[in-house]
């Protein structure tokens, strides 16, 4: 049980070696769109109407159960803003899912969509598990991108989709939990002996056994 001078969840979380599997996420889309505030909901449960624009990258380690395991996540924040290009797809390698977010008040963050999946498919794992997330769903007076065009370019794309807003908590969890099962059943698939073919041998180490810390580490 915590006490008053236990350290914050995060930093426990953080500290914790004690889990199955770690599995390292990223969020990634233009500048503005909400990355920050989404994973903040996620991880503190707050949000801040003011835009402190992310600096490079960031991170924060959230604790979550399935099937009797404890998964750790690994959540990078990376700057949307052009400038830190650089740094953040280097990043990219080793995550197991990505959360690619446009405002759905913003047509140009939903234009760049399209670039920010080849970023994926450029820098990162062949199997990572990508969900396009349209934040700021409680805007709808200002709305640009009808659900429905969101929906559409994530089919073309071959993406899970939600619409979601971190400001009223809506579909933030989900989003997140959603994320988690389909890495999970990407692992299940992986440890079925038929379905080697599919896998490039590039992926994480799968199976029961705990995933070394090192291997989701961009270090
Ligand atoms: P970069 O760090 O520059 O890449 O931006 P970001 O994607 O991290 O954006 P951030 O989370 O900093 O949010 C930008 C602005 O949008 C802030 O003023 C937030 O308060 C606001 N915002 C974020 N999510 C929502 C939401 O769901 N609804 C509304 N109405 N505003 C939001
Ligand atoms: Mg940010």
């Avoid at 450029?122 to 991108?145: F, H, M, P």
């Avoid at 988690?180 to 440890?191: A, F, G, H, Q, R």
Wanted: proline content about 5%.
């Amino acid at each position: 049980m915590a006490s008053a001078g236990d350290p914050p969840t995060g930093q426990r979380d953080a500290a914790d070696q004690n889990f199955d599997y770690m599995f390292k996420l990223l969020l990634i889309g233009n500048s503005s769109v909400g990355k920050t505030s989404f994973l903040f909901r996620y991880a503190d449960d707050s949000f801040t109407p003011a835009f402190v624009s992310t600096v490079g990258i960031d991170f924060k380690v959230k604790t979550v159960y399935r099937h009797d395991k404890r998964i750790k996540l690994q959540i990078w924040d990376t700057a949307g803003q052009e400038r830190y290009r650089t740094i953040t797809t280097a990043y990219y390698r080793g995550a197991m899912g990505f959360l690619l977010m446009y405002d759905v008040t913003n047509q140009e963050s939903f234009a760049a969509v399209q670039d920010w999946a080849t970023q994926i498919k450029t820098y990162s794992w062949d199997n990572a598990q990508v969900i396009l997330v349209g934040n700021k769903c409680d805007l709808e007076d200002e709305r640009v991108v009808p659900t429905e065009e969101g929906q559409r370019l994530a089919d073309d794309l071959g993406f899970k989709f939600f619409e979601a807003s971190a400001k009223e908590n809506i579909n933030v969890k989900q989003v997140f939990e959603r994320l988690v099962d389909v890495i999970c059943e990407k692992m299940n698939e992986s440890l079925e002996p038929s379905s080697s073919p599919g896998s490039n041998g590039k992926g994480p180490a799968l199976g029961d056994t705990p995933l070394p810390h090192t291997s989701s580490c961009p270090c």
